[in-house]
């Protein structure tokens, strides 16, 4: 088990950026795959990004591929979610989740959620 905390969440205009970051404590998140999800209320969660062990392979969802990166720096133990060009959809509180395995689809059930951090766009 692995402890996630999750910041960089808040306000942003429309069209602006923002950087989140997952910090890993507890153990080592080196070796395990490692993604972001968002909600929005009375929705169910939904997958943002996805990378693996290594950073070498990356996942996005469609609604952000292209403005989103998903990145991570292994001495830090952390994952970071680097989101531009946002819009008023990309409202929503994001987590990160963590899967103690080397593949990177397997975040879609990890083993480890972190408590959110919120991201509001006003148009």
């Known amino acids: 088990q692995v402890q996630l905390a999750e910041s960089g969440g808040g306000l942003v205009q429309d069209g602006g950026s923002l950087k989140l970051s997952c910090v890993g404590s507890?153990?080592?998140?080196?070796?395990?795959?490692m993604g972001w999800f968002r909600q929005t209320p009375g929705q169910e969660r939904q997958f943002v990004a996805a990378i693996n062990w290594n950073g070498v392979s990356t996942r996005y969802a469609s609604s952000v591929q292209g403005r989103f990166a998903i990145s991570r720096d292994t001495n830090k133990n952390t994952v970071y979610l680097q989101m531009d060009s946002l819009n008023a959809e990309d409202t929503a509180v994001y987590y990160c989740?963590?899967?103690?395995?080397?593949?990177?689809?397997?975040?879609?059930?990890?083993?480890?959620w972190g408590q959110g951090t919120q991201v509001t766009v006003a148009s």
């Open positions: 507890g153990r080592t998140i080196s070796g395990w795959a």
């Open positions: 989740a963590a899967a103690p395995t080397t593949a990177l689809l397997a975040v879609h059930q990890p083993s480890d």
